[in-house]
């Protein structure tokens, strides 16, 4: 579903991927980690073409999502979660998850906001999977902060897009709010066959739910594995100690001695 080969980014002078391969199959849950400014969010960006790489190659459910043409058309298939639930809050709940069928309406139908009967089915399906389905009718700036994160769910999910990336989509979640809104993603992924990489900062929820973890430090693939190989070891390679005092062999490995082994 995403075969990823040698992809580099560089914003000016700072290169922020440097040679990142991945191959991800169909219905997988990848959650990324990474500390700030590892790359994550750059790597998820690049998928959808929010972002340009650089070189390399990415293919995205099919889409040569380096080259494509047609950004419409990638952007149908992989939908987009963020971590602040991007939903409009004068419109109703079921409002904003038909918004998720926009790219699949003709323009015209789109501008006047006319919506399908199968499209409001389907949207109020979505709602369903979130539990809020009695919400339809309300406004969403009357939701608390998870209901609205589970509404940016919904929407994705009204796309019946192929890949799902979202991008920290609990951070600004309680800690049990937070759990909830994962398990909503990971039993959508599940039932519905969807693709989807999560970054996460919460190693806990990275080992709970991610059927793989990926760890990126400066740009560069340092763990690829299941929870089980999340090991103190892998976990110094994905967050490198910096401060000093810091043994080097900790600071210095994730560009140099890592790189090769897990062809970042
Ligand atoms: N639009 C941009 N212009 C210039 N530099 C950028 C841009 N976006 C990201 N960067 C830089 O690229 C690097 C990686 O950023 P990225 O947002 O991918 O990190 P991240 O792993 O998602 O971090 P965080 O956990 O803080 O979200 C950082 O050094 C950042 O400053
Ligand atoms: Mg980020």
């Known amino acids: ?9 560089q914003y000016g002078d700072n290169p922020v991927l440097r040679g990142i391969d991945l191959d991800i199959g169909a219905g997988q849950f990848v959650v990324v980690l990474g500390q ?4 994550k969010s750059t790597l998820l960006r690049c998928m959808n073409r929010l972002a340009r790489a650089d070189g390399g190659e990415l293919q995205v459910a099919g889409i ?4 494509a043409r047609d950004e419409r058309a990638l952007r149908r298939q992989v939908a987009m979660i963020f971590q602040h639930h991007n939903v409009v809050p004068r ?9 998720g069928r926009l790219g699949a309406v003709s323009t015209l139908a789109s501008s006047l906001q006319l919506f399908r009967r199968a499209d409001v089915d389907l949207a109020r399906q ?12 309300a406004r969403t700036d009357a939701l608390s902060g998870g209901q609205m994160q589970r509404v940016g769910i919904a929407r994705a999910l009204a796309q019946q897009p192929r890949v799902i990336l979202a991008d920290e989509p609990v951070a600004s979640l ?34 709970e ?24 070891a892998a976990l110094q390679r994905i967050y490198p100690t ?23």
Do not use: W
């Open 91 to 99: 419109l109703s709940v079921l409002k904003n998850v038909l918004t």
């Open 36 to 39: 700030s400014g590892a790359g």
């Open 126 to 137: 979505c709602l369903a999977r979130v539990e809020l389905e009695h919400k339809a009718a």
């Open 174 to 207: 309680d800690p049990k709010t937070a759990r909830l809104v994962m398990q909503y993603l990971r039993d959508a992924s599940r039932e519905l066959g969807i693709t989807v990489l999560c970054n996460l900062h919460q190693v806990d929820f990275a080992r």
């Open 64 to 67: 040569d999502a380096m080259r």
């Open 1 to 9: 579903m995403i075969r990823v080969r040698q992809l580099t980014k």
């Open 242 to 264: 910096t401060e000093e005092g810091a043994s080097n062999r900790l600071a210095v490995p994730a560009t140099l001695h890592y790189a090769n082994g897990l062809g970042g």
């Open 209 to 232: 739910f991610g059927d793989r973890i990926v760890g990126l430090a400066h740009g560069r693939l340092v763990y690829d594995g299941d929870a089980g190989g999340l090991d103190d």
